[in-house]
């Protein structure tokens, strides 16, 4: 079973409007954490936001934010006024607790900001 | 702070050759990791190293992989004997014991083997 579920291949969105990335995980294990990355064209993976599954408040970074909802198994990362340089595939990403902290990542979101 | 770099930033083989890549991690950091990442697919991990042992390898990392981390700094990665199936991005990553535990990720290697 697929741990990162990210069921947008691709996304368009207006230069200056807001965007929601989708994201839905699985793990039975109660202490995670999430995390969304940016890869450009050029191949650099970035790290954008982290949450925590015991923190009480939903994570945000200047223009994004995750939208957390436990319950649903979700992790939505929400882009604000997008930019012309937000285009790029998005990656969400699940650490469960184990020896070394395995990260496994979804297949990611291919963004495309339209001027 | 520099980042994460890798070398070299491409590199093309015919099969059969032996190849090495090299990764600088974040200085401060104790984490290494190794990813490979085919198109259209998110990393997928290969090993992981703290300090300089190595604790962690995929199955993904068939006997032809050898990966090291001698003083707990720079690591290689080493692919003998290439197959075309072998093309990728290799992606090396680092971070520091915590709370997060966040890994941050250096350019990446691209492989294409011939």
């Known amino acids: 079973a697929q741990k990162i579920t990210q069921t947008q291949p691709g996304m368009f969105v207006q230069e200056k409007e807001a965007v929601t990335l989708d994201c839905t995980y699985d793990?039975?294990?109660?202490?995670?954490?999430l995390f969304w990355y940016k890869q450009p064209s050029s191949g650099e993976m970035i790290f954008l936001i982290y949450?925590?599954?015991?923190?009480?408040q939903n994570a945000t970074e200047g223009r994004y934010s995750l939208n957390f909802q436990k319950a649903r198994k979700s992790a939505n990362l929400v882009i604000s006024a997008s930019q012309l340089g937000d285009s790029a595939m998005y990656f969400c990403?699940?650490?469960?607790?184990?020896?070394?902290?395995?990260?496994?990542f979804g297949t990611g979101t291919k963004l495309q900001v339209i001027p | 702070d520099t980042g994460v770099s890798q070398d070299p930033r491409h590199k093309i083989t015919k099969r059969g050759q032996n190849v090495t890549f090299r990764c600088d991690p974040i200085?401060?950091?104790?984490?290494l990791y190794w990813y490979r990442q085919t198109l259209g697919q998110g990393p997928e991990f290969l090993t992981y190293?703290?300090?300089?042992?190595?604790?962690?390898k995929s199955r993904l990392l068939s006997d032809r992989f050898s990966a090291e981390r001698p003083k707990g700094s720079f690591s290689t990665l080493e692919i003998q004997r290439t197959e075309q199936g072998d093309s990728a991005m290799y992606l090396c990553?680092?971070?520091?014991?915590?709370?997060?535990?966040?890994?941050?990720f250096g350019p990446g290697t691209r492989l294409t083997v011939l």
């Open positions: 949450q925590g599954s015991y923190d009480q």
């Open positions: 990553a680092s971070s520091l014991t915590g709370n997060t535990d966040t890994q941050y």
């Open positions: 990403a699940m650490r469960e607790p184990g020896g070394y902290q395995k990260v496994t």
């Open positions: 793990t039975s294990d109660p202490s995670y954490g």
């Open positions: 190293f703290q300090n300089e042992a190595q604790l962690e």
């Open positions: 200085s401060e950091h104790n984490r």
